[in-house]
């Protein structure tokens, strides 16, 4: 056993909240490539099946398109733009600096 503890300090709070970010980048990026894919297959059944049938409609592949990409804005605002941090306390830190 040893005699050696782990002292903890700020540098670790950091390191979870790197970790948990870069999970998150890591899951929205497999979104977007599920995404793709997906949407692709949908287009191509489309193009193949159906186009010679809309006569000016609207094809039905782009209300699953735009329904799953508004969901993946969402992601990448999650992942990309808001940090994680609570706004509350970022709120706060930005009245007490004024001061």
Not at 72 to 88: C, K, M
């Amino acid at each position: 056993m040893s005699n050696f503890q782990r002292i903890s300090d700020a540098n670790d709070d950091k390191d979870k909240k790197l970790w948990e970010l870069a999970q998150k980048r890591v899951a929205f990026k497999r979104h977007l490539v599920t995404y793709v894919i997906v949407n692709a297959f949908l287009w191509a059944m489309w193009a193949i099946n159906g186009p010679s049938n809309y006569h000016g409609r609207i094809p039905w592949p782009l209300w699953s398109t735009i329904g799953w990409g508004i969901g993946l804005a969402f992601h990448f605002a999650g992942a990309y733009i808001t940090t994680g941090e609570n706004s509350v306390e970022r709120e706060y830190d930005k009245l007490k600096n004024k001061q």
